[in-house]
Each structure stands twice: as C-alpha cells, then as structure tokens.
C-alpha cells in the first residue's frame, strides 16, 4: 500500500503548487521540517556543519530550490551559494586538503529548467560557484534530479571538469542507465555519489521494485568500489552499509578512499556508530525556505517519516 499508492502519491504532490500552498502554510509542518532540514538561514546552516564536524563528521551542504523558471530567482541562488561558501571558508580548517567541505547543487535551482538556453545558464552559473569553492579550498557536487535532466547534468559534470577535476555528481541505482554512467565515471579522479534515487519515474527508465533498486544498487557499488574514483556511499540502508563495509573489512578498500554519506536528521546514532569504526562519514545538509520537495521526497522514503508527520498534525 505505501509503495503503490502513498509513495506515488507524495512524490506526485511534491510538484503540486497547490498542495505545496497547503502543506507549507501549516505551522505543525514547518516545525516538523526542522527534523530534516538544518534551518531556513545560512547562519543555522553553518551552526549544523560546525556541530557536525565536532562530531567527528563531514558535511555537504544544500542551498534548498529546485525546478526555478524564473533566470533572476536562479541568480539570486547563485548569490546564496557565494555568500555560503564565503562564510565557509570562514570555519577553522574548512579547506581541510584530504577531504574538504562540500556543497551539493542542483542544476534546476541554477537554471536547466528555463525554456531558453537552460542548460548553458546552469552551466555557466555552476562554474562560477566552481570557481568561488576552489578560492576557498571546498568541493562541489551535482545532485541528480529527474531523468529528463540526466543527460544534460552529465554532460555539465564533465564540462565543468575539465576546470575543476575534483567536481563530483551523484547516480541514482534506480535507473536502468545508472551501470554504465557508474562504468563512465570510476575513473581515477572522479567522485561519485551513489544513491538509489529518490523521484518518480517510469518503468521504461527505472527499476520500479524495491529489489531490482537494491540490486542495482549492490552491482554499481561493486564496480564504484573496483574502480580507481573515490565512490561515496549514500544510503541509510543496512543492507548498502554492509557491503561497503565488506570492501573494508576484505583490505579492498581503505577507509580513506570512500566515504558513507547520510542525511541530516536520518539515522544520526547509526552516522556517530560508523564514524566510531574510523570510517568516514559526511552528513548532507540542506537549508532554505524552499524546502518543500525536498520534505515531501523524505516522506515518500519510508512509511514511518509519513506516520510521523500525520500524527504530528492530528489535533490535541
Ligand atoms: P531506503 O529508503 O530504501 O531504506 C532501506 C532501509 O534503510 C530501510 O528498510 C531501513 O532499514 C533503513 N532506513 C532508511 N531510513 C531509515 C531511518 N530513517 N531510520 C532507520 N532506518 C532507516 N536522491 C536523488 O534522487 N538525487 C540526489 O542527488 C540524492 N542525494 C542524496 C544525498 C545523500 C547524502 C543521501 C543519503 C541520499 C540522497 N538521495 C538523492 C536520496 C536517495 O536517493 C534515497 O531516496 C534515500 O537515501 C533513501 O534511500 P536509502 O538508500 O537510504 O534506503
């Protein structure tokens, strides 16, 4: 039942304006969001990576927005993100050289989705973040969004670098092309984000049982972690956690050489136990107002986020 009818149903409703307008006007939701978002200000953003770096953690950090049709909106995220990673070149030892901050972005909050031109908007405006993450020493990666955009973010990945090597992207184990891009991309110097995908998409391009993702999943880890890049782990998954951890155990891996990533307010006691083992565990931050697709994506992912939010909304 939630895998047939409430998860495509939420995932609908995360692109409806008008469920948007309801959700988001109501103040038990905005403070359940928090649960899963670090806070609407650049300044909690910063406060959650300080905290989690006292933890032992990394972080990647997510300037909320997605699907922007309106060119003056993607330029004030580009703003948002060079005010970000100003303030995080502030934090003491932010340009750590062996495994920096980062920030992930979305092409589609920078631009793709316009009419006109999207694609080199998006591009030349993720190359200027680029170049304002190298001055201060932090690293870029570019989430993955639905499937009409695979193409072209892959395509803005290796543009982007011939500039700047170290820019990683993330592939989704529920596509059926995702075996050949993480073939593609295992190459020395590339850094892969490998999750299991978190939009709706059809059965021509995506597995759409749980096992086949799963399965997916395993066999692209397998050849990330065979591979000469630097294969980032993301999933809260048990079953996901313990075959990375077999590369480690069996000395095919160091620990060193790819790290698990999490999101923030998931399964927090299980990132402090992985980063007690000595492995390396960085935590995905987003902040913003604009969080409700990202929110309504969490709910989708698991019966019990969505019977958390509906309790939380029952009167008395
Ligand atoms: P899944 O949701 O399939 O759950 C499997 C099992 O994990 C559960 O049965 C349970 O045992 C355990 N589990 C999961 N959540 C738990 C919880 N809260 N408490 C206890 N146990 C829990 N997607 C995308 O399309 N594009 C992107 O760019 C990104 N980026 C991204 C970055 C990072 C750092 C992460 C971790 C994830 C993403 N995602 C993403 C989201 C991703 O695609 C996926 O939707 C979620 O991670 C959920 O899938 P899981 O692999 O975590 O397990």
């Not at 073939?183 to 059965?203: H, N, Q, T, V, W």
């Not at 990375?244 to 923030?264: I, K, N, V």
Request: glycine share 6%; hydrophobic share 40%.
């Amino acid at each position: 039942m939630f895998t047939t009818v409430l998860r495509p149903a939420l995932l609908a409703a995360s692109r409806s304006p008008r469920v948007q307008r309801t959700v988001t006007a109501s103040a038990a939701t905005r403070k359940l969001v928090r649960r899963f978002v670090a806070g609407e200000s650049e300044a909690q953003a910063v406060a959650a990576v300080a905290a989690l770096r006292e933890s032992g953690r990394f972080a990647s950090i997510d300037y909320l927005g997605e699907d922007t049709t309106d060119i003056e909106q993607a330029r004030a995220t580009v703003s948002q993100y060079l005010s970000l990673l100003a303030a995080l070149g502030e934090l003491p030892g932010s340009a750590d050289a062996v495994r920096p901050l980062e920030v992930s972005l979305k092409l589609s909050a920078l631009g793709q989705s316009l009419p006109r031109d999207g694609h080199a908007i998006a591009l030349e405006h993720a190359h200027k973040i680029c170049t304002a993450a190298a001055a201060v020493g932090v690293w870029v990666t570019i989430d993955a969004e639905d499937h009409t955009t695979t193409d072209s973010t892959l395509a803005v990945v290796r543009a982007l670098r011939e500039d700047f090597p170290w820019v990683g992207t993330v592939l989704q184990a529920y596509l059926l092309r995702t075996e050949g891009d993480c073939r593609d991309f295992s190459g020395a110097g590339s850094r892969i984000r490998l999750c299991k995908g978190a939009y709706r998409e059809p059965a021509e391009v995506a597995y759409q049982d749980r096992d086949e993702v799963d399965a997916s999943y395993l066999r692209c880890l397998e050849i990330l972690m065979r591979g000469d890049g630097y294969p980032m782990i993301a999933t809260h998954d048990p079953v996901m956690l313990e075959a990375a951890t077999g590369f480690l155990r069996a000395g095919r891996r160091t620990a060193d050489r790819f790290e698990f990533q999490m999101l923030y307010g998931i399964r927090d006691d299980e990132q402090q136990r992985l980063v007690a083992t000595g492995a390396h565990l960085r935590t995905y931050v987003p902040y913003g107002d604009q969080w409700y697709g990202y929110f309504m994506r969490r709910l989708a992912e698991r019966p019990a986020n969505l019977a958390f939010f509906l309790r939380a909304l029952r009167p008395g």
